[in-house]
């Protein structure tokens, strides 16, 4: 059964760093691409970075590239979220998601698919 439990959410200042964990267990998690997706009230579900198991390349929507940094730990069966810089529109519910096809970027945007798995988020909060 795929598992991801993510952590490390909170309130933060403008300005502020936080760093986001992916837990994850039950898949070949060395072989799987992962992403990282958040989701502000009122909006649809957006896809911030994914890192792919393929060629190791990393993807990063516009809004946060330069500030956001996607790792993976595979000794711990882990990828992160450093999220430094951090702006009050960053304010979200972030998730965290094994792509079972791969990272699909369509027009400069990560794709949520169908038969994606996910963890239950945490919420980043920054203040202004």
């Known amino acids: 059964e795929v598992q991801l439990v993510e952590s490390g959410g909170g309130l933060v200042q403008a300005g502020g760093s936080l760093r986001l964990s992916c837990a994850a267990s039950?898949?070949?998690?060395?072989?799987?691409?992962i992403g990282w997706f958040r989701q502000a009230p009122g909006k649809e579900r957006e896809g911030v970075s994914c890192?792919?198991?393929?060629?190791?390349?990393?993807y990063y929507a516009d809004s946060v590239k330069g500030r956001f940094t996607i790792s993976s730990d595979n000794a711990k069966n882990t990828v992160y979220l450093q999220m430094n810089n951090l702006k009050p529109e960053d304010t979200a519910v972030y998730y965290c998601?094994?792509?079972?096809?791969?990272?699909?970027?369509?027009?400069?945007?990560?794709?949520?698919?169908?038969?994606?798995?996910w963890g239950q988020g945490t919420q980043v909060t920054v203040s202004s």
């Open positions: 998601a094994v792509h079972t096809r791969g990272c699909a970027v369509r027009d400069r945007k990560l794709l949520l698919q169908a038969d994606d798995y």
């Open positions: 039950g898949f070949r998690f060395g072989d799987t691409d």
């Open positions: 890192i792919s198991r393929r060629d190791g390349s990393t």
